[in-house]
């Protein structure tokens, strides 16, 4: 079984300074990676997914992150946030089958933009 | 269109009462999810149709009973909740059965209804 970790479950940061949302992974197989933004009062909305290739993947809104294998990371980054990414993030793993049985999400982080 | 309507937003009832939610796509998406989601918790995955029929129940208890009347509308029964019950309820799909996260599709949600058990 998969398991998903985010290590920090509030994130606050100042307007336009740079954030990072850490997660990692725990699989004994192949495993595909997504990032999802909640806003309040709303359904989950994918920002980005690796499935394979480059590990280095750019998502909506100015979103990136980066797959390390050996790490067993999936760290979502963005350079300068804005007052709008204040949201609920969550990371998710699925088996290499791409099945939504198999979508284990974290527990999320808030991360609030000050200004 | 690519949105995932549902209604009510919010939902305050009893626990004897009989209420439903409804769910809504009209992207020709053919899976189609019930998910629950506690405060400050990730979603938990209830229920998912694949070609109107209901292809996962993740052990969910009776008193919920999803119905997909056609491959456009969702719908989940509610019945004798228990205050436990309180939650955001989401409905969610995607394109081609469960299996389609892994290629270009992904799964759309839809803004959730939230209920309240008094």
């Known amino acids: 079984a998969q398991s998903v970790t985010q290590l920090d479950s509030q994130v606050p940061v100042f307007e336009e300074a740079p954030v990072e949302l850490r997660c990692n992974y725990s699989s004994s197989v192949s495993v595909y990676l997504f990032w999802y933004v909640q806003y309040p009062n709303q359904g989950l909305q994918l920002l980005l997914k690796?499935?394979?290739?480059?590990?280095l993947v750019k998502g909506i809104n100015g979103f990136e992150a980066e797959f390390n294998k050996s790490q067993t990371s999936f760290h979502l980054r963005k350079p300068s946030v804005h007052i709008s990414d204040t949201a609920e993030y969550f990371c998710?793993?699925?088996?290499?089958?791409?099945?939504?049985?198999?979508?284990?999400f974290g527990s999320g982080t808030q991360l609030t933009v000050l200004p | 269109d690519t949105e995932v309507t549902q209604t009510p937003k919010h939902l305050v009832m009893g626990m004897t009462n009989k209420k439903s939610l409804k769910c809504e796509q009209h992207m020709g998406h053919r899976a189609m999810y019930w998910y629950k989601q506690k405060a400050k918790k990730p979603p938990e995955l209830m229920f998912v149709?694949?070609?109107?029929?209901?292809?996962i129940n993740e052990s969910v208890p009776s008193r919920f009973s999803p119905e997909c009347p056609n491959s456009s509308l969702l719908n989940l029964h509610l019945h004798a909740l228990q205050p436990e019950d309180s939650a955001l309820y989401l409905c969610a799909s995607s394109q081609d059965r469960e299996t389609g996260l892994a290629t270009n599709e992904k799964l759309f949600f839809g803004s959730g209804t939230q209920l309240s058990v008094l």
């Open positions: 998710a793993v699925s088996l290499s089958s791409g099945s939504a049985r198999q979508l284990t």
């Open positions: 149709y694949s070609y109107e029929k209901l292809s």
């Open positions: 690796y499935l394979s290739g480059s590990t």
